[in-house]
């Protein structure tokens, strides 16, 4: 059975599916291209190699060799789906799940992408041009979405790919395929891309909000303060209390009696003591609070967002028999 060819916007997709995902861009606003250029992909190893910059130990503590010298030569033509020129991003549409050599052409192009803008970032040149290439270096990724367009979201992610995870680190973790992404919206900034399911999706927002939420309160900082007064005070107390009773010994106060002193020090000492459970009593509530505002559903739901869910029904619903705009369904 072969894939009935629609039409949206000027383009002849090779599938409805390709159309739904157009659709889907359009509702979120992203800009997309349909297969706007093809690549001729080579893996050498040699080469590939030395741009790690490590000994042939370091190498196979990597795992470098023992995954990648039996690629060295391997060729492919590539021509992916959509280019997302704001994000960087090589999306690939597949109805069933993608075999290995879909992995494997995904891998070469990210890895090719990310080298090209690498050298870019070294090359003489207007800031703005660095930047972008520093941009593209960082944020680059190569994706391939498979099954049906979602609904509501999807439950167990729906692509596979290569690319740096949101706010992550760079290095290794570009070269192997990552599991369960989907797209996602931070509901802080709204900002939109690709990650793991079930991960906290844009880490900086979390932080940022929990920073502002300690700043705010400033509940942290001054109890901090409290607790480290009372410690001083209460050392201290502690090492009068241990003097001798004859140190604060009135001599006409009567023998077996409390002195003035001692009792002071006495209620100096249950005054901390108190004053040191108050204070841990409103961190530990402070850190309560501060867990809730930031709890782990908030941030790691990115993929529910309702700009979302509005995408996946536009897109499922559209109908394409009357031209090049397509009906969404009521």
């Known amino acids: 059975m072969r894939p009935i060819e629609t039409k949206y916007k000027g383009y002849r997709f090779r599938s409805r599916l390709e159309a739904r995902w157009a659709v889907f861009f359009d509702t979120l606003g992203l800009k997309w291209w ?21 000994t042939d130990e370091e190498l196979l503590e990597e795992g470098i060799p023992q995954v990648f010298k039996a690629l060295d030569g391997k060729e492919y033509s590539y021509l992916p789906d959509f280019h997302l020129p704001e994000l960087n991003y090589w ?15 995904a891998f070469f192009l990210s890895h090719f ?3 090209a803008a690498s050298a870019k970032v070294g090359e003489p040149g207007p800031d703005k041009e660095i930047k972008k290439a520093l941009n593209d270096a960082i944020n680059s990724g190569v994706y391939v979405f498979y099954g049906d367009i979602p609904w509501p979201f999807p439950e167990r992610g729906n692509a596979v790919g290569y690319g740096i995870r949101a706010s992550g680190p760079l290095g290794a973790e570009r070269l192997w395929a990552r599991l369960r992404l989907c797209w996602q919206q931070c509901r802080l900034c709204s900002k939109i891309g690709i990650d793991s399911l079930g991960g906290a999706y844009c880490t900086n927002c979390k932080f940022e909000l929990e920073k502002a939420i300690y700043s705010r309160t400033r509940t942290a900082r001054a109890t901090g303060r409290e607790l480290a007064d009372a410690r001083s005070v209460w050392d201290s107390s502690i090492f009068l209390e241990e003097l001798s009773e004859e140190f604060f010994q009135d001599p006409r106060t009567p023998k077996g009696q409390e002195t003035e002193c001692s009792r002071l020090v006495r209620e100096s000492v249950r005054r901390m003591v108190e004053q040191d459970r108050r204070n841990r009593e409103a961190l530990n509530k402070h850190d309560r609070l501060v867990q ?14 309702p700009d979302l869910q509005k995408a996946y029904d536009a897109a499922r619903s559209a109908r394409f028999e009357h031209g090049a705009s397509p009906r969404l369904s009521r």
């Open 34 to 54: 349909y297969e706007p250029e093809g690549f001729d992909l080579r893996f050498d190893y040699e080469e590939f190699a030395r741009d790690w910059d490590l």
């Open 91 to 105: 999306i690939e549409i597949k109805g069933p799940q993608p075999n290995k050599a879909d992995l494997l052409k």
């Open 113 to 115: 992408v990310h080298e």
């Open 292 to 305: 809730e505002a930031l709890n782990s559903e908030f941030f790691t739901t990115g993929h529910k967002t």
